[in-house]
């Protein structure tokens, strides 16, 4: 098990959803079993042509630890975070407290930050510039609308820096949309 994921997490589309995002991960959480597993396995399947890869990882844990025996309780604390990285909110505080860490780059320095959304960018190659620039843009928005975008204390700290780190992508964004739409009117 442990080999296929660390196969899984060395896959060529992945330029930030690899060995590193889990090493930090497991740094920033608790050492707690389904925090744990969760962690190897909430981007177990990341196929960014697909939309279903927050299930598909779900269901390879709960195959994947069955096997092994996993008490189902925990299997489904396990399977209930990786679930709920699909929109990255929850009332469960272990949960949230994942899904924080999860995001915790968004909080990250400047340029740092920068390098993770030119390896977001990398990813997501296969989407034509305009149609990437238009959704990353809504992504960015929505993080951006939410009340708080941090839901622990333990990454409130990171409130303000993610804001403005996704406030200037934001603002990168619109400048490229406005020089690709300025191309294509010139042509």
Known sequence: MLDDLLVRHTEPQRFYHNLAHLNTLLELLPAKPHLEFA????????????TDNEAQSAGLAQESLLRLGVEPSL????????RA??????????????????LSILGAEPKIYRAYAR?????YAWVPEALFLERRA????????????????AFAHLEQPARENLAKELETLAQHTSGTEQASASQ
């Open 39 to 50: 962690v190897w396995f909430h981007d177990a399947v990341y196929d960014p042509t697909r």
């Open 75 to 82: 299997i489904q604390k396990v399977t209930h975070i990786i």
């Open 85 to 102: 990285t699909q929109d990255h909110q929850s009332d469960d505080p272990d949960t949230a407290l994942f899904l924080d860490a999860d």
């Open 119 to 123: 390896a977001i960018r990398q990813e």
């Open 138 to 153: 809504r992504l960015l928005q929505k993080f951006l609308s939410r009340e708080r975008i941090y839901q622990t204390e």
